[in-house]
């Protein structure tokens, strides 16, 4: 398995412009989280889904975030307009859960947005 | 609220020396605890998982500790090498309704000198 894909690996954009990051979980997987991570705040979650339902999505900043699971192998985040204060690392992962077990999260090597 | 604190922030020493991470929780109900090492542009990769009933458990260089008493669990490296240089977060999920939402800690940063 190639692991957890995310695109683009590096998104430089304008103030005001807006931004789609890409994920594809790995197969099999039924939990699909998406996280920020900044010097200042560490890893901090945005949104998890289980079986492509959004669960909590309590992390989410702003109405600007918003995050779609069109199917098993597809997530998007999309934030618009984008703000400089956006300009982060944005990590995608992956786990499969059962009632006897559940795998570590399985982490995409991540997106670094910067906003100017 | 559920909250992972982790100790020492940063970290550094010399190849070949052994080190301690440490990690408290608060997080209710316990499941697991994991230690995840992340790399410089990179994302995280899992360690080793401890649960309730487990004390202790190695891999390789990599010992973890869990006091599930005190909440606390520790990640010792032994005969650090270069390649240890890397930010260590201690993640502690709960299971609440049957999932495994995780909490993460700040992570570690360690860094190994020759």
């Known amino acids: 398995d190639a692991g957890v894909i995310q695109s683009p690996r590096h998104e430089v954009t304008e103030m005001g412009q807006e931004v789609t990051l890409r994920c594809k979980p790995i197969?099999?997987?039924?939990?699909l989280f998406w996280y920020r991570q900044t010097m200042m705040r560490g890893l901090e979650l945005l949104i998890y889904?289980?079986?492509?339902?959004?669960?909590?999505d309590s992390g989410m900043p702003e109405d600007r975030f918003s995050a779609k699971m069109p199917n098993a192998s597809f997530s998007t985040l999309k934030i618009q307009p984008s703000e400089p204060r956006d300009s982060a690392v944005y990590f995608c992962?992956?786990?499969?859960?059962?009632?006897?077990?559940?795998?570590?999260?399985?982490f995409g090597n991540g997106t670094r947005l910067t906003v100017t | 609220k559920n909250q992972v604190e982790q100790s020492p922030q940063s970290l550094i020493i010399l190849e070949g020396k052994n080190c301690t991470l440490q990690?408290?929780?608060?997080?209710?109900?316990?499941?697991?605890l994991r230690w995840y090492k992340q790399d410089t542009g990179r994302g995280p990769v899992s360690l080793t998982i401890?649960?309730?009933?487990?004390n202790t458990k190695s891999n390789g260089r990599y010992t973890a500790t869990l006091d599930a008493d005190t909440k606390q669990s520790s990640l010792h490296i032994t005969a650090s090498q270069l390649s240890d240089s890397a930010s260590y977060i201690c993640?502690?999920?709960?299971?609440?309704?049957?999932?495994?939402?995780?909490?993460f800690g700040r992570g570690t940063s360690l860094i190994v000198h020759p």
């Open positions: 992962a992956s786990s499969y859960q059962s009632q006897r077990y559940n795998s570590p999260l399985h």
């Open positions: 197969s099999g997987h039924d939990y």
């Open positions: 889904f289980n079986n492509n339902v959004p669960i909590d």
């Open positions: 990690c408290n929780y608060t997080v209710s109900p316990f499941s697991n």
């Open positions: 401890m649960t309730f009933s487990e």
């Open positions: 993640v502690v999920s709960d299971g609440r309704g049957g999932s495994y939402i995780p909490t």
